[in-house]
């Protein structure tokens, strides 16, 4: 039996359970820099705890994927938050569950906007970096430090992520 996700569009509000939305439609901006720069100020927590924890900044280079999706496995990070935002205007798939006494829950998928991120508050269930269409670079923040921050959940049995119909990247 085929186990069906068809993504939404990312809002604000649909993805708020589940961490928050990088973009500028957000209410909290002013200028600096003399008037030239507008800063959209405090768009998400970053958590870091742990030992030795450390906030990391990267670029990672995703490769896309072939849709429909088959999803076998989500991953979560223990000891921090975890924050992408794509470095072009072309959208990409993001994957969250809530937790449950038994792992992960049902996926919840979501299509992002061009110019949107998103951060993933620590211990959240999310797939794994996704760009559609094309391969594309994201800026990273998460964190770094001593222990295992990663942990990863494999489905019995995998779910098929679709894009919304009439969806082209």
């Not at 809002?11 to 003399?34: M, Q, Y």
């Not at 720069?37 to 280079?61: M, W």
């Not at 998103?118 to 760009?131: A, D, E, F, M, Q």
């Amino acid at each position: 039996m085929t186990r069906i996700i068809t993504a939404h569009s990312l809002t604000r509000e649909a993805f708020a359970e589940f961490g928050d939305v990088l973009d500028t439609d957000w209410p909290n901006h002013f200028a600096i820099n003399n008037g030239r720069t507008e800063r959209y100020h405090d768009l998400a927590k970053v958590e870091a705890e742990g030992p030795n924890a450390r906030v990391l900044v990267s670029i990672f280079k995703g490769t896309p994927y072939e849709f429909p999706l088959k999803l076998s496995m989500v991953e979560r990070h223990p000891f921090g938050s975890q924050a992408f935002m794509p470095l072009s205007p072309a959208p990409f798939l993001v994957v969250v569950c809530h937790d449950t006494e038994d792992g992960p829950g049902e996926p919840h998928a979501f299509v992002t906007r061009p110019g949107q991120g998103v951060s993933y508050p620590r211990n959240t269930w999310h797939g794994v970096l996704t760009p559609i269409g094309a391969a594309q670079d994201f800026l990273v923040v998460d964190r770094g430090g001593d222990g295992s921050n990663l942990e990863e959940h494999f489905f019995d049995e995998p779910y098929e992520i679709r894009l919304p119909e009439g969806f082209e990247p």
